[in-house]
């Protein structure tokens, strides 16, 4: 058995296989054919059929959001926000539902400068 991590981690079901992964490691998940895609900072994806509500609800809520009914998104990996989508550190482009653009934005903006007001976090 393998010792469990410390740190808080998303559980899926990848390939018929448990796999955990550290949210700081998570990017963005995204809904494409069906599946969930988890596309992680070490440039691995990892793809489960688990729905993305359920996913979300593992999730901590200040730092992930949904920006699309596609898309959840790890504010700690935003480096910019654009008028259609945000922009992550390794230069995806995750778009922003029109309907939810403004509070989207206003919940990034809030969350990059807390960040960048607190950098022990």
Not at 33 to 40: A, E, L, P, R
């Amino acid at each position: 058995m393998l010792p469990r991590s410390t740190a808080p981690s998303l559980h899926i079901v990848s390939k018929r296989a448990r796999v955990e992964i550290p949210l700081s490691d998570i990017r963005f998940i995204e809904v494409y054919d069906w599946k969930c895609i988890v596309h992680c900072a070490t440039g691995v994806c990892h793809e489960t059929n688990m729905p993305l509500k359920d996913i979300q609800n593992q999730l901590p809520k200040k730092q992930f959001i949904r920006c699309n009914r596609s898309y959840v998104i790890n504010l700690d990996h935003v480096i910019s926000i654009e008028s259609d989508c945000l922009i992550t550190d390794s230069g995806d482009r995750v778009p922003i539902s029109i309907r939810s653009r403004q509070a989207v934005r206003h919940l990034c903006a809030d969350y990059l400068w807390r960040k960048s007001s607190n950098p022990s976090r």
